[in-house]
């Protein structure tokens, strides 16, 4: 029965090739297929990918048809998944693995550590600075060291092109500490990052006041300086702290503030400083200054309710006109009630007075008068017709309040018009007949400005600005 060779011995050459049916006429073929095809000899997991399959084809096709009937104009718009939905909890699973995935790969503080011992062994000592640095080849020799000491995690601080970001002396050598306070940064910015994503419940990148607050109140147990706060204050300083923030970062006042945004402004590094330790390391003007602090927390509830004297949890016009010992101008009160402050719902008597939150705008905004936001609310309130720019009008009606206050206060006499003119002198509008808020942005002095017009004290400091910068001098000189 083998007795034929491979090689075409003993084979008939004349007989035809057999020939072999298509797969498809077959009948075992056909058979096997309608069995498949009907899912009654799949096991359940193979059942379910052909429903998956066959979902997600629906799916696609509905876009089709929906993408093609509106033309070429995209959908800009996703409906969030319904609360317990399938959607939504294979949302919430996918983020938390995703989130769980990206700790595993941040630095502890044993790494960091073990960082910067690594460092300091493999440095080199700068013979005139003192300073300890490190070549590309110690770099690259360091992330070796690391690497097998710390693990695969921290490879990625040691590429070329984050050595080519620091200073570098004419050796071609960067210091090490520079080096290690980035990384430090990036390992704190990315927990951070983690953190507040976490607490994003609907994962669409912005956080609402509550979940800003419930951020701040983790941290609280990790700030040295905040540690002995009394568990009675938390909740009314978290509410103070997190105001800051949507001050800053929700210029448009949308109820939301943006993470990045909220990673890249000054209020974090503000809040952070609070982790240092040592009492005796910050001063008490330091900690006034820190709206984060315990301190100053404590004096804006006490500013609020010594204001509040009919003690209805909110101030009228009257009571604000207390507020900085009664030195600012009675338009520019009536002016931030008109501009900043919500009217009621109802003809209730406390319809048109300010609450703790929009005292918590107006105290940032007179604090912070420098900054973009803070004069960018100062500015509304002066611009009194609406327009976008300020006239010589408006000034003279604005200063008109300071000078009555001024005279009141037993100074000399003054003329308006000269303080109008040094007005326009120190701004240097674009336009020579009206002041906008970006002239005063552009200034670096718009902070200055718009003290001059709304507060008499604000005022006097410019007036005796030579004498308190003599006075400020003096004491560094002994």
């Known amino acids: 029965m083998?007795?034929?060779s491979s090689d075409g011995e003993g084979h008939d050459p004349s007989a035809a090739p057999r020939k072999i049916p298509a797969a498809s006429s077959m009948l075992w073929v056909r058979n096997l297929r309608r069995f498949i095809g009907s899912g009654a000899g799949l096991g359940s997991e193979a059942l379910m990918e052909l429903e998956t399959k066959r979902i997600l084809l629906d799916i696609f096709k509905e876009k089709q048809q929906k993408s093609a009937e509106a033309g070429t104009i995209p959908s800009f718009y996703k409906k969030k998944p319904e609360e317990g939905s399938i959607s939504h909890r294979v949302q919430r699973l996918a983020k938390y693995r995703f989130l769980k995935k990206q700790s595993d790969l941040l630095l502890n503080a044993d790494d960091l550590d073990a960082m910067w011992v690594c460092l300091r062994e493999n440095c080199v000592i700068d013979d005139a600075t003192g300073a300890e640095k490190m070549n590309y080849e110690d770099f690259c020799h360091i992330a070796?060291?690391?690497t097998e000491q710390i693990g695969p995690k921290c490879r990625r601080f040691f590429s070329p092109s984050n050595f080519m970001k620091f200073e570098k002396d004419e050796s071609g050598r960067i210091a090490i500490?520079?080096?290690?306070?980035?990384v430090m940064r990036t390992v704190s910015l990315t927990q951070a990052r983690i953190d507040m994503s976490e607490l994003d419940e609907d994962s669409d990148g912005f956080l609402q006041p509550h979940e800003m607050e419930a951020y701040i109140r983790g941290l609280i147990p990790n700030l040295a300086q905040l540690r002995d706060m009394p568990a009675a204050f938390v909740q009314m300083y978290c509410r103070i702290a997190a105001h800051k923030f949507f001050f800053f970062c929700d210029p448009?006042?949308?109820g939301k503030a943006c993470i990045k945004k909220v990673l890249l402004s000054n209020c974090l590094q503000e809040l952070m400083e609070l982790h240092q330790e040592s009492e005796e390391e910050v001063t008490d003007t330091e900690q006034a200054e820190n709206w984060?602090?315990?301190?100053?927390?404590?004096?804006?509830?006490d500013m609020f309710l010594a204001l509040d004297k009919d003690m209805n949890g909110t101030l009228s016009k009257q009571e604000l006109r207390e507020y900085a010992d009664g030195t600012l101008t009675d338009i520019f009160i009536e002016?931030?009630?008109?501009?900043?402050v919500r009217r009621g719902k109802t003809g209730g008597g406390n319809s048109r007075e300010m609450d703790f939150e929009s005292f918590l705008d107006f105290v940032l905004?007179?604090?912070n008068k420098d900054t973009p936001e803070g004069l960018t609310y100062l500015f509304h309130c002066l611009d009194l017709h609406g327009r976008g720019y300020l006239t010589t009008a408006d000034i003279h009606t604005l200063f008109r309040d300071v000078h009555q206050k001024w005279i009141e206060g037993g100074n000399y006499e003054l003329c308006i018009e000269d303080v109008r003119d040094e007005i326009w002198d120190m701004v240097k509008p674009g336009d020579p007949l009206r002041i906008t808020l970006a002239d005063l942005l552009s200034c670096k002095q718009g902070g200055t400005v718009a003290s001059m017009l709304i507060d008499v004290r604000g005022f006097w400091a410019h007036d005796n600005r030579e004498n308190l910068l003599q006075e400020e001098e003096e004491p560094e000189e002994e």
């Not at 984060?292 to 509830?301: E, V, Y």
């Not at 002016?335 to 900043?340: G, K, P, S, T, Y």
């Open 2 to 4: 083998y007795s034929g």
């Open 144 to 146: 070796s060291v690391c």
């Open 177 to 182: 500490l520079p080096f290690y306070l980035y």
């Open 252 to 254: 448009h006042r949308r």
């Open 292 to 301: 984060f602090s315990l301190t100053s927390a404590q004096r804006i509830c």
């Open 335 to 340: 002016r931030a009630f008109d501009e900043h």
């Open 365 to 367: 905004a007179l604090e």
